[in-house]
C-alpha cells in the first residue's frame, strides 16, 4: 500500500519503504503524537524518534529485533512519557540535544549538538538545531542516496506554520529564522517532512507561505 502518512491513535501504522530505510509512523494518545521508527534495511538495526506514550505499543511497533536507539525531538513532556520505560525494556540508548536534556525526566545517555551525525545501522541522520519552541529542539534530516531528503520536525515545523512559540515575538523570530534557513534554504522542495502531530508534507508544499508566515508571527 503507498504511504499516506495520515495514522490515528489507536490504528495502525503507516510504514515507508525506502532504498535504505523503512520508516514506520505511529500516532499515540492522549495528546495525538507521533513516533517514528526507523530500520536500517541492511543491518535491521531500529532507531525510534519520540517515545511519546503508550509504551506498550511502541514496543509493539519494535518487535522482537530489538531497538539501538531513542531520539527525543524536544523537552515537551509529551514526547518524552513512554522514554523511561521503553528504554528499561530495550537497553536502547537515549539520546536529546544538550540544551534540552536537564528538562527531560528520563536519563539521557548521549546529548547532541547543531549538526551532529546520528547513526541507525548503515543509515545515517544529521541533527538540526533549532532554537524557539523549546530550547534545544532538533529536525533529523535523512539524506537518502536514492531519492529525495526526509526530515523528522518534532513540533518546530508542520503544515501550515512553524511551531508554537507562545505569541512571543523573539522566540518565533529564532524559530522561523533556523526553520528558513536551515530547512527550507538546505532541502529540496522535494523533501518528506514528518512532524510530531498530525500529517505529512514537504518543504515544496509549505515554501510558498513562509512570507504569510512571518507577517502573521506564528
Not at 34 to 46: S, V, W
Not at 156 to 169: A, K
Request: with cysteine.
Amino acid at each position: 500500500m503507498t504511504y499516506t502518512g495520515n495514522v490515528t491513535v489507536g490504528g495502525t501504522a503507516d510504514v515507508r519503504e525506502l532504498s535504505h530505510l523503512v520508516v514506520s509512523k505511529l500516532a499515540v494518545g492522549p495528546y495525538d503524537n507521533n513516533a517514528y521508527l526507523l530500520r536500517c534495511t541492511r543491518t535491521g538495526e531500529q532507531l525510534l524518534i519520540d517515545a511519546a506514550a503508550e509504551p506498550e505499543r511502541l514496543l509493539e511497533l519494535v518487535g522482537d529485533d530489538g531497538l539501538a536507539t531513542i531520539v527525543t525531538t524536544h523537552a515537551h513532556r509529551d514526547h518524552w512519557q513512554a522514554l523511561a520505560a521503553v528504554a528499561e525494556a530495550t537497553g536502547a540508548t537515549t539520546v536529546a540535544h544538550e540544551a534540552d536534556a536537564g528538562d527531560i525526566e528520563a536519563t539521557i545517555d548521549v546529548t547532541v549538538a547543531d549538526g551532529a551525525t546520528i547513526t541507525v545501522g548503515d543509515v545515517s541522520l544529521r541533527a538540526v538545531h533549532l532554537v524557539g519552541h523549546t530550547p534545544g529542539s532538533i529536525a533529523l534530516v535523512y539524506d537518502d542516496p536514492t531519492g529525495p531528503p526526509h526530515v523528522f520536525t518534532g513540533d518546530c515545523l508542520f503544515p501550515g506554520g512553524v511551531g508554537n512559540t507562545w505569541e512571543d515575538p523573539e522566540r518565533f523570530a529564532s524559530l522561523y529564522a533556523g526553520v528558513t534557513e536551515k530547512l527550507f534554504g538546505a532541502l529540496p522542495d522535494e523533501t518528506w517532512v514528518y512532524p510530531g502531530h498530525g500529517k505529512d508534507t514537504t518543504i515544496g508544499a509549505e515554501r510558498p507561505h513562509l512570507e504569510e508566515w512571518r507577517q502573521r508571527g506564528w
